[in-house]
């Protein structure tokens, strides 16, 4: 993909994601749908699209961790360690979440976040300026695809955008580790 075609498709994703639409992208693990993760009627809409019960949360990237305090009211001391020395796609699942969509806060008050380290995901979010809700592109109840030409049409029909960066990478790839942080930094081991 040429570079131009590159800021193109952040350019048009940015422009969906500004409007409240959702977007089908690929990530530093699988392909996902994302939208603005402020945006409870954005996020509601994933909900939809996928069949899925809005108690089951989804998560955030990012794509710098210095935005952690603007999302979260305590940052505990072993995150910013836990996310210097992943070497590994890394969500946490943070307590106190603020500043985000409620519908995309759990019942305790937690949000699952992950720093991504991926070149489009990155560019895409901070030409946004705000943190983008990340999950998997498939129907509730299905497998999440592994790659592109996995994700189901319904998906690829009910999203406002289909990403064109990395639509042919056939690179395997693995899911996130998962941590779960408690308010005094206490470590749970969601998956490895």
């Known amino acids: 993909m040429m570079e131009s075609d590159f800021r193109e498709d952040i350019r048009q994703a940015v422009e969906v994601l500004k ?19 402020t945006n409870a009627e ?4 994933i909900y939809q699209l996928k069949k899925r019960e809005d108690s089951m949360s989804m998560l955030v990237l990012m794509e710098n961790p210095n935005l952690l305090n603007s999302y979260i009211e305590e940052v505990p001391e072993v995150a910013w360690e836990l996310v210097d020395v992943a070497d590994k796609p890394l969500t946490i699942v943070y307590p106190g979440a603020k500043n985000l969509a409620t519908n995309l806060i759990a019942e305790d008050g937690s949000v699952g976040i992950r720093i991504s380290g991926e070149a489009f995901t990155q560019q895409l979010i901070k030409r946004f300026r705000r943190p983008i809700v990340f999950t998997s592109a498939n129907i509730s109840s299905e497998s999440p695809p592994a790659f592109f030409d ?18 042919e990478d056939r690179n395997p790839v693995l899911p996130s580790s998962i941590i779960k942080l408690g308010v005094s ?7 490895k």
């Open 19 to 37: 409007k409240g639409g959702i977007i089908l992208y690929p990530t530093d693990t699988i392909w996902g749908i994302g939208c603005d993760a």
């Open 42 to 45: 954005a996020v509601a809409r």
């Open 150 to 167: 996995e994700v189901s049409e319904e998906i690829v029909d009910g999203v406002d955008y289909v990403v064109q960066y990395r639509q």
């Open 185 to 191: 930094g206490e470590i749970q081991i969601l998956r």
